[in-house]
């Protein structure tokens, strides 16, 4: 089975653009996160929904983030304008019913630079 | 104070040593536990959950002393393979479904 899917897997990009990533989560499962992780930080949620509705965006850090899932099969981070201290790994992670109880399961996420 | 404190190590250790880690928590009200593994550039994995009554995965153990709020986990007979940066995890009860990372203890096993 494949596992939670992100693209890009590395992104570089200048101070001002806009950043889009994306995520496939495991078929079937329900729940979605998107964390951050820095050496300074360590992994930091972001948001998560649950069947495709936002839940909890608490650790959105600011406006300039916003995070989408149109569908179950698909969700976006986007971050717009860009800044430096916006670069980090952003994972995205998915958890079902099935299993551990709790689990989440992480993608090999996306190593953002902002220069 | 952080939700979840590990320390941050690194623990040097030659392969067949007996290594652990300890990490407290805050949340009182926290269910459940979890150690997950993160390889170099790599996305953490479960290694293994916690139970109260402790539990054992080969050469790991787990346990869970919920009156002081720590977890503990024991690697026997360390391997090589076993070099990576170990999370202690949280899900705090609070009818989200949130998992509080801790920042991660380092492992390095030498030959």
């Known amino acids: 089975d494949a596992g939670v899917i992100q693209s890009p897997r590395h992104e570089v990009t200048e101070m001002g653009q806009e950043v889009t990533l994306r995520c496939k989560p495991i078929?079937?499962?329900?729940?979605l996160f998107w964390y951050r992780q820095t050496m300074m930080r360590g992994l930091e949620l972001l948001i998560y929904?649950?069947?495709?509705?936002?839940?909890?965006d608490s650790g959105m850090p600011e406006d300039r983030f916003s995070a989408k899932m149109p569908n179950a099969s698909f969700s976006t981070l986007k971050i717009q304008p860009s800044e430096p201290r916006d670069s980090a790994v952003y994972f995205c992670?998915?958890?079902?019913?099935?299993?551990?109880?709790?689990?989440?399961?992480f993608g090999p996420g996306t190593r953002l630079t902002v220069l | 104070r952080k939700e979840v404190e590990q320390d941050p190590g690194p623990f040097n250790v030659p392969e067949g040593a007996t290594v652990a880690f300890n990490c407290t928590y805050s949340n009182s009200a926290s269910q459940s536990f979890f150690w997950y593994r993160q390889d170099c550039r790599k996305e953490p994995k479960l290694l293994m959950s916690v139970y109260s009554s402790g539990n054992e995965d080969g050469r790991f153990t787990a346990q869970l002393n919920r009156a002081s709020q720590y977890i503990s986990l024991l690697i026997r007979d360390s391997k090589l393979s076993d070099s990576a940066t170990y999370l202690c995890v949280v899900n705090a009860n609070t009818g989200f479904q949130k998992l509080v990372f801790g920042t991660g203890t380092r492992l390095l096993v030498s030959p």
């Open positions: 929904f649950n069947n495709n509705v936002p839940i909890d």
């Open positions: 078929s079937g499962h329900d729940y």
């Open positions: 992670a998915s958890r079902g019913l099935a299993g551990v109880k709790d689990t989440q399961y």
